[in-house]
Structures are given as structure tokens and as C-alpha cells.
């Protein structure tokens, strides 16, 4: 778990929730996001716990705004001020203190040896942008090279962890208890899913494809920006399980979706040659060598 401490002054706050959900939602991507509000329990007290969980953060994440930069005092200055003591501390090459920009532009605060908070690289995270800025914080605060290998042990203490259905492994399952929308973004019907935060396509891929081929499917949804987004991917096996319902109708998920996917590539390999898949017509999931042929369905 990549535990990010997050930096902001409260005009901010709607922003910097949208960057918690965005950041947390992703499975794939294990992130615990430390927000003031969501973390301070009555009674603590609270510079002593904001300055621990700066100096124990693998991440420092700074939200820079016009708001922020219009105020003459600030808890976040002070959250600031110790962040920069602790990046003194550490190692030129490590990237630990990530300024990012809604508005406006990063302060030319010094950090010592000549250098300001501008000679570091920043994100930004204005409407435009918004997309690509996620990505580029998740790819330096949790990166996804390293390939899940799930063995059929693990995938099923997995199932029956989170008590997802399961025709062969846990009948009894109930899952998650979805709230299901369908939202129209840029021409195209999606599943927003209240219950997770997750968006899914409501379709998918026109034809069933080998693995490799649904990367590449996934690179050219987020190269087109398809439905205004580019942060398209496959979903972990976890999260294409939890679509699995108890009940067949016609599938084992609910009609929301499109039902012509009835089985669907996962990010997740069972070794190196093979890989999960979750079939919607046996209520189950499967590892398949990575040249069969199965539909993408993907999500953000």
C-alpha cells in the first residue's frame, strides 16, 4: 500500500475529493490517500498527526491553486514547510514531493542548494488536463510494470475473501452491493457505478481479441480519449468479478451492460504465459493462454 499525504487549503476541497476518488478507486494501484478530513478523529491532536503522517508519507502531493496563493496564512504553508524539511533529507534521484497545479502555478518557495519548488517537476491538474495528470501521479507514486501473476489458490482465497459469486468457488456469494447509472461522456454510454467509483464501458470491444491485442485495443481507446477520458484499462480479476451476479439474467450480470461480452480479458496473468478471465455465461473465472480469444470491457 503506497500511503500519499495530500496538501491543499480548503477552497479547494471539491477538487482535491475528485483527485482522493480518482486516485483510490484503482485496485490495480493499492493507494491510501491521507486527507485531513477523512483521517483527523476527534480528540487527536492535530499537528502532531499531520506531522507524522508527512514524514512517514511515501508521497508528498501539494494541490497549488490561485485560492492557495491569495492567502497570507495557511495550515498548508505549514504542511509545506515540513514536507520540504523532510525532502532535504532525502536522496537527490528520489521523487518524493510532487507539486501539482490546478490553478494558477507553483510558488518559488526555496528547498535549499539553489533550488525552489519550481525545479521540480509538476503535474497539472486543471479541467483540461485532468486525465493525464492522474495518470502521471499514479505512475510515479504506484507504477505498473510489475505483472499480478494470481495462481488459482490465490484468485479463489480472493473470491471468497470478498465474498464475490462464484459458480464454482463460492455460491453463497453476494459481492458488492452495486448502485449502477448510465451516464452518457462524449457520445458514448458508460456504467458509472456509485457503489465503487468505478466506470465501466457498457459495451466493449467490437470482436474477441488475444491479450496483446487488447492492450493494444486499451491504447487506442486512450489515445482517441475515448468518451473524454484517457485513463481506460483492464480491469483487475477482482474487479471484473464483482460484476458477477447470483442470478442468471441472461448472464450472471446485471442487464445494465451490454450482454454480447459474456467473457472478458483481467490485467491479471495466472503465470507467464497465461491469463484471468471472467465468463458471464458460467458464473466463474478462468486462466486462458494469452492468444484465446475473449472480449475487453474496459474501466477507469
Known amino acids: 500500500m503506497t500511503h500519499v499525504f495530500v ?8 477538487q482535491v475529493q475528485r483527485l482522493y476518488d480518482d486516485l483510490t478507486r484503482n485496485r490495480a494501484r493499492a493507494v491510501d490517500v491521507w486527507l485531513d478530513k477523512k483521517k483527523l478523529k ?25 485560492a492557495y496563493s491569495k492567502k497570507n496564512e495557511s495550515y498548508m504553508s505549514e504542511e509545506i514547510t515540513l514536507a520540504i524539511e523532510r525532502l532535504r533529507k532525502l536522496p537527490h534521484t528520489r521523487a518524493w514531493f510532487i507539486p501539482a497545479v490546478l490553478s494558477g502555478q507553483v510558488p518559488n518557495w526555496r528547498i535549499g542548494a539553489g533550488e525552489t519548488l519550481r525545479d521540480l517537476q509538476w503535474v497539472n491538474l486543471d479541467q483540461d488536463n485532468w486525465d493525464t495528470g492522474i ?72 470482436e474477441r481479441m488475444g491479450l496483446e491485442t487488447a492492450k493494444q485495443y486499451i491504447q487506442t481507446l486512450n489515445e482517441g ?40 480479458w483481467t490485467a491479471d496473468m495466472s503465470d507467464e504465459k497465461s491469463a484471468w478471465i471472467t465468463n458471464y455465461i458460467l458464473g ?17
Not at 476527534?42 to 490561485?66: M, N, P
Not at 466463474?284 to 477507469?300: E, N
Open 42 to 66: 476527534a480528540g487527536v491532536r492535530w499537528q502532531d498527526t499531520i506531522a507524522e503522517a508527512i514524514d512517514k508519507g511515501d508521497y508528498f502531493l501539494a494541490c497549488f491553486s490561485e
Open 135 to 206: 495518470r502521471q501521479i499514479l505512475d510515479v507514486i504506484c507504477p505498473t510494470e510489475e505483472i499480478r501473476i494470481l495462481s488459482e489458490d490465490a484468485a479463489k482465497s480472493m473470491v471468497m475473501e470478498r465474498n464475490l459469486y462464484s459458480v464454482d468457488w463460492n455460491k453463497n456469494g453476494r459481492g458488492i452491493e452495486h448502485n449502477y447509472t448510465v451516464v452518457n461522456e462524449g457520445g458514448e454510454r458508460l456504467i458509472l457505478d456509485r457503489a465503487t467509483g468505478l466506470i465501466w464501458q457498457r459495451g466493449g470491444s467490437p
Open 284 to 300: 466463474s473465472c478462468a486462466h486462458y493462454d494469452m492468444d484465446s480469444p475473449f472480449f475487453v470491457r474496459a474501466v477507469r
Open 225 to 264: 480519449k475515448y468518451a473524454n477520458h484517457e485513463d481506460w484499462r483492464l480491469p483487475t480479476l477482482e474487479e471484473a468479478m464483482s460484476l458477477m451476479e447470483p442470478t442468471k439474467k441472461p448472464l450472471y450480470i446485471n442487464p445494465v451492460f451490454d450482454n454480447r461480452l459474456f467473457w472478458i
Open 7 to 14: 496538501s491543499y487549503v480548503h477552497e479547494d476541497s471539491e
